[in-house]
């Protein structure tokens, strides 16, 4: 059994991964930023944590390999492939205000992940407060030693793609990036896919 | 179909997005301070408004009011100490490190950065610091990092923050990723975490400056990171410092065309918003 799900440019989406199953997350373009949340698809409180991910794994980006923690430190997924090779989960996603403080305040107009992260939650019940710092899949976001941090050119190509095998009945956020300011969706957001299989 | 944006437009974006970078990235750093020297320097009794020891392992809570200050100073042998924040006004709007490190194009948060919030405003500015040895990345302790050392009945983070957040009436789903003070964690070039013990010394201490009415939570445990993690922490002092004229120059207002941004959003919602 499979599903597919094209997400079209700069949209959200939601879906249920169950335990077992398998996400896969097709950058169909090239360098696209996914900026995704999970949640425990039976109690939301308990929900993805990039701190803890981070930590746990004792490094600083995300990867075949990578486990996926939730906020009560039990692995929700796990990164099994990815043909892309490094994913962010430090810079979050982009606001409107946020906009306003990085690239001036004549951007506050712009579309942003958070207003999809909002309505995209709101039909599962949730609210802001339920936004956490997120996974930003495709995203390439290097931190030097010295702590400098910048959006970099994407380095994924047409048809990059990572899976994630669910450890838990997971509710997957997505907000199909629509920042138009750096370059992480090469400055021309595209459409991705996203496959579920058993 | 997809409709492709034009080659000029992606030009002209990626002009504008390059001139930023060079800004923040190669200007900035260069016009920030050196570290405060240590220890602190005492304070009058006049000035303080609380002063609080919080127990090794402990977590205490505290409204902090715009223009106040805060001066946390762990004690001798040191621990790291987990900062959460929320303003009093919405508590929706909390402390946000994504957007503090993205915004400032560095994790280096030390003198002269600021602390926003996931609006686009600014929280808490730091105003001393004598170590510049702090984590955005790795969070704090949890049962299951101390229950790993062997030390299960050691108190930690995780836990103090829910018990702190339920002093304001939250709960688990409002906790935002902490920013761990006084934890010298690193991205060394191969991606992975260092822990800099260098960086630290006795009599370290920073203060941060209220840029909104806020109720914050602060956790007295050590990082999990800390090849010392399975003890218990020293005692941590926190004081609470009266609020003092800010100069038009002021280091945190002025340092960084972000955080001049962030202060015109903040005074936006004390106009009209």
């Known amino acids: 059994m499979e599903t597919i799900h094209e997400i079209a440019a700069e949209k959200p989406w939601s879906g249920i991964i169950r335990a077992g199953q398998t996400l896969r997350i097709e950058d169909t373009y090239g360098q696209q930023a996914n900026d995704t949340l999970f949640y425990n698809a039976h109690d939301h409180g308990e929900r993805y944590s990039s701190q803890d991910t981070l930590r746990a794994q004792g490094a600083a980006y995300v990867t075949t390999g990578t486990a996926i923690m939730s906020s009560q430190g039990r692995v929700m997924l796990r990164v099994t492939a990815d043909t892309s090779g490094r994913h962010d989960t430090s810079a979050g996603c982009c606001s409107c205000e946020s906009n306003t403080v990085r690239f001036g305040h004549d951007t506050r107009y712009q579309h942003a992940c958070r207003e999809n992260f909002i309505l995209e939650l709101a039909r599962h019940g949730m609210t802001k407060r339920d936004i956490v710092a997120n996974l930003n899949f495709f995203m390439n976001v290097p931190i030097s030693p010295n702590g400098a941090m910048t959006v970099d050119d994407g380095i994924s190509s047409p048809g990059d793609h990572l899976e994630l095998v669910a450890e838990m009945d997971v509710l997957c956020v997505i907000s199909n990036c629509p920042q138009i300011n750096n370059p992480c969706n090469g400055f021309d957001p595209t459409p991705i896919r996203v496959l579920i299989r058993d | ?273």
């Open chain 2, 1 to 273: 179909m997809h409709t492709h944006r034009t080659p000029d437009q992606i030009a002209t974006d990626r002009q504008r997005y390059l001139d930023f970078q060079r800004q923040g990235m190669e200007f900035t750093p260069k016009a920030l301070p050196q570290p405060t020297p240590r220890p602190a320097p005492d304070v009058a009794t006049d000035d303080v408004r609380l002063q609080e020891t919080v127990p090794g392992g402990w977590y205490t809570t505290l409204n902090l009011n715009t223009g106040e200050t805060l001066r946390l100073a762990p004690g001798a042998g040191g621990s790291a100490v987990s900062l959460a924040a929320w303003s009093v006004r919405d508590p929706s709007e909390r402390l946000c490190l994504p957007d503090t490190i993205k915004l400032q194009w560095t994790t280096d948060l030390t003198k002269g950065r600021v602390i926003f919030s996931d609006m686009g405003r600014v929280m808490l500015s730091i105003t001393q610091d004598s170590s510049g040895a702090h984590d955005a990345l790795t969070g704090g302790s949890t049962p299951e990092t101390v229950a790993q050392l062997g030390e299960p009945a050691l108190r930690n983070t995780r836990d103090n923050m829910v018990l702190a957040a339920a002093r304001m009436g939250l709960d688990k789903r409002d906790i935002p990723a902490l920013l761990n003070l006084f934890a010298p964690v690193r991205v060394d070039a191969q991606g992975g975490f260092a822990w800099r013990p260098a960086m630290l010394a006795r009599g370290d201490w920073v203060e941060l400056r209220a840029e909104m009415d806020l109720f914050v939570a602060l956790s007295n445990c050590r990082h999990p990171l800390d090849p010392e993690a399975g003890k218990v922490p020293p005692d941590l002092s926190v004081t609470c410092l009266h609020p003092v004229p800010v100069p038009d120059d002021d280091l945190c207002r002025t340092a960084t065309a972000e955080a001049q941004r962030g202060f015109e959003n903040n005074d936006r919602l004390k106009g009209a918003l």
